[in-house]
């Protein structure tokens, strides 16, 4: 079945770097958009960052572009999200998801409803 799990969360203070892991199992990620998404304390869950399979291209939201890259390692089936120059607003808690590709179907990888599997999350903390 698919599987995503999170790693490389932690605390980190304000201008540093944080690289999060996800590795995925049971499926092709070539049929299937990735996204990072965050919760932070009392606010909704929004997509930070997500690779879209049906262009090829990567996205950002506008809080996190410049600081943030997405980038994944086919050989190992994981998908990273390298952050930088990290804000105390970055801190969340950040799941890896993926939402298969439909034909015919517009599922912009921004969208939160564009998922369908869901890791358990990982916690950063941006403090000094």
């Known amino acids: 079945q698919v599987q995503l799990v999170e790693s490389g969360g932690g605390l980190v203070q304000p201008g540093g770097s944080l690289r999060l892991s996800c590795a995925a199992s049971g499926f092709n990620l070539g049929y299937y958009n990735i996204g990072w998404v965050r919760r932070a304390p009392g606010k909704e869950r929004e997509v930070v960052s997500c690779?879209?399979?049906?262009?090829?291209?990567?996205n950002y939201a506008a809080a996190v572009k410049g600081r943030f890259t997405i980038y994944r390692d086919n050989s190992k089936s994981t998908v990273y999200l390298q952050m930088n120059n990290m804000k105390p607003e970055d801190t969340a808690v950040y799941y890896c998801?993926?939402?298969?590709?439909?034909?015919?179907?517009?599922?912009?990888?921004?969208?939160?409803?564009?998922?369908?599997?869901w890791g358990q999350g990982t916690q950063v903390t941006v403090s000094s």
């Open positions: 690779l879209d399979e049906s262009d090829g291209s990567t």
């Open positions: 998801a993926a939402g298969v590709l439909r034909p015919g179907i517009s599922r912009p990888c921004l969208w939160l409803t564009s998922y369908d599997y």
